[in-house]
């Protein structure tokens, strides 16, 4: 096989499938056969055109389990038939401050997959070695391709504040993000409340994990996490600024809103609530590559899956619009492998 196909991003919303030539990795890179590719709703920044030069075509997707099948120059740690995924974060330098301070997702020469290098709507991809992540055996690739940008992002958002085993987690938005969240903060140990709008999710949130259910369209989200005694941590997943402010004030003594959905509005503070109670708000982008082989390890051990709706490779366009649409419950996956 000298080609391979794959779906091309140019211009706005507009996916072409074409035929591309097979060519060897770059020195420190791998290239791996896709068997999965997870939908993600930061596919639009590919597929809408939102970056630098939206007439270059860019190959979307960055939720990629494959097989190795080449290793370029300088490649020790890998080989063909390794069974690897790739994130957000295509691999970092090593080499530049963050890195040599070991904040490997700070780096300021890396690539995002499927967004300023090639992603995984493809049946061939290729990643910088340091962005791999070993895939357990237990888990398949339809479920494991979700984990490693959802599931990452949630996982690793959770245990940026200080909570203790027991303490009352926020989580809000239950959809791609969120229904993974609350197993995640279930399994950590965590007294758990979902935030949600209306009380249609809430049977799935409880079971799911939630101790707690919160209709924020029924009562003010902050106060009513307020009265279980403020949460240590809340995560918030919806794509809406508007909805995270009142959280804040649902914050327990030096609680935290971590920040993982990306929302056109602003999210507004007044700052006396930050101030009284020592509150932080903070942003989170996913994690380092081997903190996605410990989220792995962890959705294993705790029998975390996501919930997909599988497609084949070749209707990606269909997947992602039907990513678009909101209605997916909860992740679309490409299968490259049907
Ligand atoms: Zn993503
Ligand atoms: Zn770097």
Known sequence: MSTYRAFEATGVHTLRLVERELVDPAPGHVRLRVQACGVCHTDVLAVEGLRPDPSQPVVPGHEIVGVVDAVGAGVTAWQPGDRVGVGFLNGHCGECEPCRRGDFVNCLAQAQTGTTTDGGYAEVAYARASGLVRIPEGISALDAAPLLCAGLTTFAALQQGHARAGSLVAVQG???????????????????????????????????????????????????????????????????????????????????????????????????????????????????SVENEDNLAFSLAHGIRPSVEVLPFERAMEGYERMLSGKARFRVVLDAAA
């Open 174 to 288: 239950i959809g791609g993000l969120g229904h993974l969240a609350l197993q995640y903060a279930r399994s950590l140990g965590y007294r758990v409340a979902a935030v949600a709008r209306g009380r249609e999710k809430e049977a799935l949130a409880r079971e799911l994990g939630a101790h707690e259910y919160i209709d924020s369209t029924a009562a003010d989200p902050g106060a009513a996490l307020r009265d279980l005694g403020g949460a240590s941590v809340i995560v918030a997943t919806a794509s809406s600024g508007a909805s995270m402010s009142p959280l804040v004030r649902g914050l327990a003594p030096n609680g935290r809103l971590i920040v993982v959905g990306a929302a056109p509005d602003p999210l507004t503070v007044s700052t006396p609530d930050l101030i009284f109670g020592t509150h932080s708000v903070v942003g989170s982008l996913t994690g380092s």
